[in-house]
């Protein structure tokens, strides 16, 4: 079975992301959709911010939705995507050891400023 990455569309560092996982990740692995996209806003019903009901203000993350219903978002969601890479990038999976705080504290400042340093892609990365 395989899990959907759903990511931020507009984002060049996020379309850049998305190529990078599909040259190492495991064949068959991942999934993708835009969270702009109708699939990706359906994928995404269930794991809306809380208080907020709308999975749509999530745009600074990534979401990783498991076939077992699981979700991961933000640094927790980049670590297990990295779980599937094959060897050597699956090393990156040992930022798992960093505190999720910390973590998720340096995905939101890059989240921050994305569009500044990555700029803003000029197409999604994938069709729906």
């Not at 599909?22 to 019903?45: C, F, I, N, T, V």
Request: glycine share 10%; with cysteine; aromatic share 12%.
């Amino acid at each position: 079975m395989t899990s959907w990455i759903l990511y931020d569309g507009d984002c060049g560092l996020c379309a850049h992301s998305i190529r990078f996982i599909r040259r190492h990740a495991r064949d068959g692995r991942y999934r993708y959709a835009a969270l702009q996209s109708p699939r990706g806003r359906e994928l995404a019903k269930g794991v809306a911010e809380p208080g907020t009901g709308r999975a749509e203000t999530r745009p600074g993350s990534v979401l990783l939705v498991r076939p077992d219903g699981r979700v991961f978002d933000r640094s927790a969601a980049a670590v297990r995507i990295a779980c599937g890479f094959r060897f050597p990038w699956n090393l990156l999976a040992a930022w798992w050891i960093v505190p999720r705080p910390l973590r998720d504290a340096g995905y939101r400042l890059i989240a921050r400023y994305r569009y500044r340093w990555f700029g803003v892609a000029d197409a999604c990365a994938l069709p729906d």
